[in-house]
């Protein structure tokens, strides 16, 4: 995905996962920049995942999915709000997005500890508040 030129960032457990968090989840979640949308889709079809509706349709949506064996749920919206109303947009995330090095040549980028914690804020589930509390914990080791 990083050779695709794609601004695009883990979020969602997986991003706990490769942040060493000890949680399950079975499929991948993406924020990715609204303009980036073909990029990723074209970096990604060499893996034989297909999207599922166009690029226009997903920008009216607002989101897609991406699937063979793997399901990728992929956010194109530029901005979400928590349950409490802030708002969490995509540029300033990225912005300040960490670089986890997973190999040799592949970079992660995810969101900053913060922001993953105002993510995990806009689902409310039942879930996203265990994550935010291992999250919370995480943050503080870090200070």
């Known amino acids: 995905m990083a050779g695709s ?3 695009v ?3 969602g457990r997986r991003a706990l996962v490769a942040l060493g968090l000890p949680l399950l989840t079975a499929d991948y979640d993406l924020w990715l920049h609204t303009d980036d949308i073909e990029r990723l889709n074209v970096a990604l079809a060499a893996l034989g995942l297909s999207p599922s509706c166009t690029p226009q349709a997903a920008r009216v949506q607002g989101r897609y ?6 399901h990728i749920d ?6 979400m709000h928590t349950v409490d109303g802030e708002r969490v947009g995509f540029e300033e995330l990225w912005q300040r997005r ?3 090095r997973f190999d040799d040549q592949t ?3 995810v969101p900053a500890i913060a922001d993953l914690i105002l993510t995990k804020r806009c689902g409310g ?3 996203d508040l265990a994550d935010l509390r291992m ?3 995480l943050q503080q080791e870090g200070e």
């Open 9 to 11: 960032l883990l979020i």
């Open 125 to 127: 589930r039942e879930r």
């Open 107 to 109: 970079t992660i980028a």
């Open 135 to 137: 999250l919370e914990l």
């Open 5 to 7: 030129g794609a601004r």
């Open 98 to 100: 960490r670089g986890l």
């Open 65 to 70: 999915v991406l699937e063979n064996d793997e």
């Open 74 to 79: 992929v956010l194109v919206a530029r901005a």
